[in-house]
């Protein structure tokens, strides 16, 4: 038989630039491969896996959920949706949520959302979405656009209109935008994930989001990666002491099936109506039970674990021999290296460890329960690539 590498040259899109390694299997935060060899999970399969591989609590609520119904569509009542969206508005304080797939669509959900808001309330050439340089927001038409990078733009012109982008930490040049462009909202990833993992200066931040006060505009969260317990607050937002109007999230909420939400409240609150948006798997009910599972185990409690875990990486990793910087929250870390991050990860992964990689970094996000032993191998080997 051919091998899965061959026949995935053949069969399908180039799309990816794939790591040389074929995962078959996997339980909490070993992953094996096809040749039998273990892997410690330093990806979760970007940020998604939030408790690792087939974890005994989420499996249990998915396979359960499978075999008594796998989908209704939207015209009907299922339970685990309604169940998951009562629980992120009373964790958050917002009050309403839209399910849809993927991070793009949550995104795509909030930009209608912030579209509509500003036709209603402020006026009809209000449709301006104010964007951060090097942000990421997904690869749909709109999210690209919105994404402040223009590699990622590139061939896909002529962009969605709509977008404008300002350095993160230009306060003055978003303040210029607002008062010269009608806008409607500012969307923003407080740490910027595909961007090199890049924590926003909180002074920035809660100015951007008086700014967006003052002048009536939504204020909205781009938490598709940095949700769910990954920096050590359900959502990211909650370090920065902000009240979003809108916040997306993606990633890690479904625990490893496809799941997105766009959770809405203050000025958001009540704008989308019947029939003004919709998602034929959006809510699907086995995705929303495991995810349940997911956002259920993520108490105070387990929150400060995660932190601490980061807290104590980030500590082994600051100051070591060939690494420049570490960035990020909780478990969402960027490590700057002297060596080319590419040949770091390599010789990590030659030795059982799969970190991601981000920009010029090398990027952790290991499953949020990653047991301590695993999570100090994973971090030793590192620090052995980063000083060779
Ligand atoms: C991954 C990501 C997206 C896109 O999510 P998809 O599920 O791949 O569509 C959007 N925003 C941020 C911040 C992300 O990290």
Redesign the pocket.
Known sequence: MDSIKELDAAYLAHTYARFPVVLTGGKGALLTGEDGKEYIDMGSG??VNAFGACDEVWQQAVSAQAAKLQHASNLYYTEPCVRLAAALCQRTGLKEVFFS???????ECAIKVARKYGAEKLGPKHFTILTLKN??????LA?LAA?GQDTFHQDFLPLTPGFLSVEAGDLSGAEQIVSSVPCCAVLL?TV???GGVNVLDPAFVRGLAALAWEKGLLFMV?????GNGRTGKLFSYMHYGLSPDVV?T??GLGGGL?L?ATLLGGRAAGILGPGSHGSTFGGNPVCCAGALTVVQRLTDEFLAQVAAKGEWARSQLEGAPGVKSVTGLGLMLGVETERDPGEVIAGCQARGVLPLRAKNKVRLLPPLNIPTDLLEQAIEILKEECAR
Not at 101 to 107: L, P
């Open positions: 970007i940020g797939n993927s991070g793009a669509e949550a995104n942000s990421f927001h997904g690869r749909t999210t994404t990833e910027q994930g595909e781009d938490e598709v990666q940095t997306t993606a990633k496809p997105g």
